[in-house]
């Protein structure tokens, strides 16, 4: 359980658009494929984010999250500054919080998580890392970049 089986999906993703389809379709029943759910990890949905789209994910009530692939949530996750605030002005907490400036051209939707439904980001793939292995691209995910505050690194020669 944590962040590097999230990373694993995600670069899975990246590299097998069929396997990035049931992902998109169905995040709980692909992440087993890979042998990846239990607890905290049913009724999994994966968002996209896209040139034109950036997701962040917050759960307004409590603290759901998903933890086979993102491993223990942070702390300020489960903050109700934090909750409250990315539903009112997400570019703005992105960031001043994070550190994370969206482009003012690019929609921002924040999904809320519930006990029934978890949600987390299948981040873009960052330019120059076509021809890279799975092991490779694993390794530029991060949980903030699969909760949507924070990027992927960038890819380095």
């Given at each position: 359980?944590?962040?590097?089986l999230g990373a694993k999906v995600v670069a899975k993703a990246w590299s097998d658009p069929e396997f990035?389809?049931?992902?998109?379709a169905d995040?709980?029943?692909?992440?087993?494929?890979?042998?990846i759910g239990g607890l905290q990890g049913e009724d999994m949905v994966v968002v996209e984010d896209t040139a034109d789209v950036h997701n962040v994910i917050v759960c307004t009530l409590c603290s759901c999250y998903p933890w086979p692939?993102?491993?223990?949530?942070?702390?300020?996750?489960?903050?109700?500054?934090y909750r409250a605030a990315i539903v009112r002005e997400p570019r703005k907490v992105l960031a001043e919080s994070f550190g994370y400036a969206v482009s003012?051209?690019?929609e921002i939707r924040v999904w809320d998580s519930s006990s029934?439904?978890?949600?987390?980001?299948?981040?873009?793939r960052p330019a120059g890392t076509d021809g890279w292995t799975e092991d490779q691209l694993a390794?530029?995910?991060?949980?903030?970049?699969?909760?949507?505050?924070?990027?992927t690194a960038e890819a380095t020669s």
């Open positions: 359980m944590g962040p590097q990035k389809a049931r992902l998109l995040a709980t029943g692909a992440c087993a494929e890979l042998g692939v993102l491993g223990l949530p942070p702390n300020w996750y489960k903050e109700p500054q003012d051209d690019v029934e439904m978890r949600y987390w980001v299948l981040p873009a390794e530029l995910v991060s949980r903030d970049s699969m909760i949507g505050v924070g990027p």
